[in-house]
């Protein structure tokens, strides 16, 4: 077990900076030349952390646009499997070095990652969907809920419309139009109890943090959060986890 001065000495905040000074750099000339970006809610950002960013997730086009549009430095923990990326998005997540966590276990470092970053006043950016394979919002799985009441970290929802079919687009010359709206930080959040009672709760809050960023997308992608009874009916067909009983690490293995 790592004492907290090992801890943030493994995982310092904020983590390669250099590349990251040059990332930020392509996705600013990226967003203004290559897609009509629109930005609400710039100042809901706090200055200083520990804050848990948690946006939805519809295309693996997401992660650049938090990158490009938080100021603060922002570490991740996210999957590495992007089957349906470009190959030089599958390589991002290595050139920003993403903390890892396969999709369908238990990650021991993006939770020693994560306790770390807070600690250290930092903001740290996690999916609460864990993945995305639909668009439209679905439940969320139990990591952010648990990393904020682990951590102690306020949260800050983040609402991404637009990003899902954006290089369709772009090869068609099309300049895509994507709208990033910033919620008001909430939280923190506090789960007590053990086993299953406590496996509830951390659901009933990961409904919490879902109905914030339900506030900063248009109805129609609402989802299972919806209140058309015809459009929570569509989402329950795309609702579930795909990764239920099997690891990411499975489908890795298939590819190959």
Same mark, same amino acid.
């Given at each position: ?5 090992? $801890? ?14 040059? =990332? ?8 203004? !030349? ?17 804050? $848990? ?22 570490? !991740? =923990? ?11 998005? %599958? ?11 396969? *999709? ?26 864990? +993945? ?14 648990f990393i904020a009441v682990e951590t102690?970290?306020? $949260?800050l929802p983040i609402g991404i419309v ?30 007590? +109890? %053990?086993? %299953?009672?406590? *496996?509830?709760? $951390?659901?009933?809050? +990961? ?24 459009? *929570? ?24």
């Amino acid at each position: 077990m790592l004492n907290d001065e090992a $801890l943030l000495k493994k995982y310092p905040y904020p983590q390669n900076q250099v590349a990251r000074f040059f =990332i930020k750099a392509l996705l600013r000339f990226f967003f203004r !030349f290559f897609t009509k970006l629109e930005v609400e809610g710039l100042e809901n950002i706090p200055e200083k952390g520990p804050i $848990l960013v948690v946006p939805n997730h519809f295309d693996f086009a997401d992660s650049p646009a938090v990158i490009h549009v938080m100021p603060q430095p922002t570490e !991740f =923990i996210a999957g590495f499997n992007m089957p349906h990326a470009p190959a030089f998005v %599958r390589r991002f997540p290595h050139w920003y070095k993403v903390y890892p966590a396969h *999709r369908g276990t238990a990650s021991t470092v993006a939770m020693r990652a994560a306790k770390a970053i807070m600690k250290q006043d930092g903001f740290l950016c996690i999916f609460p969907e864990a +993945g995305s394979w639909a668009s439209v919002l679905r439940p969320a799985r139990p990591g952010a809920a648990f990393i904020a009441v682990e951590t102690g970290a306020r $949260l800050l929802p983040i609402g991404i419309v637009g990003t899902l079919g954006m290089f369709d687009k772009l090869k068609s010359f099309e300049r895509p139009k994507i709208t990033i709206k910033i919620g008001k930080p909430f939280g923190p959040l506090t789960a007590e +109890g %053990r086993g %299953r009672k406590r *496996r509830e709760k $951390l659901d009933e809050l +990961g409904d919490e943090i879902m109905l914030k960023i339900k506030e900063l997308v248009p109805a129609e992608l609402h989802g299972i959060y919806s209140d058309d009874p015809e459009l *929570r009916k569509e989402a329950e067909k795309v609702a579930a986890y795909p990764w239920d009983g099997r690891s990411e690490q499975d489908f890795e293995d298939l590819d190959h």
